[in-house]
């Protein structure tokens, strides 16, 4: 699901949940961003995204993500107050300590995000905070 541009050093935490009845069917991963990718991106900015639009080679799906953004964040994405509720698979994790620490940074902190071409994964990539997370649904 992850460019292969973006390294990490493991996952931090993980949420999936499946609950049609509450309007929730997807899930949330964050990774620690290596020290590597981390300088890469505080050196190259945005411009590092332009190769990190494509995943690992992953099962017989191609995913894309682009174009990437600079934060913040669009407000759907992490508003559960708005129509669409907050962003893919973040909505089922919203009272995490983890992903309201990835929220808060997405809006107060230089970051940067992208939505696949294909079933709505989108990535937010928080240098400052060394996470990057992954998200998706599954309505």
């Not at 929730?24 to 505080?42: N, P």
């Not at 620490?101 to 905070?129: E, H, M, Q, S, T």
């Amino acid at each position: 699901m992850l460019p292969a541009e973006i390294h990490t050093d493991g996952l931090v935490f993980i949420h999936g949940y499946w609950l049609f009845s509450g309007n929730c069917a997807g899930g949330v991963a964050v990774f620690e961003l290596s020290k590597d990718t981390v300088s890469e991106i505080e050196r190259e900015r945005i411009q590092f995204f332009e190769r990190a639009s494509e995943p690992q080679k992953e099962g017989r799906y191609k995913i894309a993500y682009n174009p990437w953004h600079t934060t913040p964040l669009p407000e759907n994405w992490t508003s559960v107050d708005s129509p669409n509720g907050a962003c893919a698979g973040l909505k089922c994790a919203v009272g995490n300590a983890e992903i309201k620490k990835v929220i808060d940074a997405a809006w107060n902190n230089v970051g940067y995000y992208a939505v696949a071409n294909r079933g709505g994964a989108r990535l937010v990539v928080l240098p400052k905070l060394r996470r990057v997370v992954a998200s998706y649904s599954a309505l």
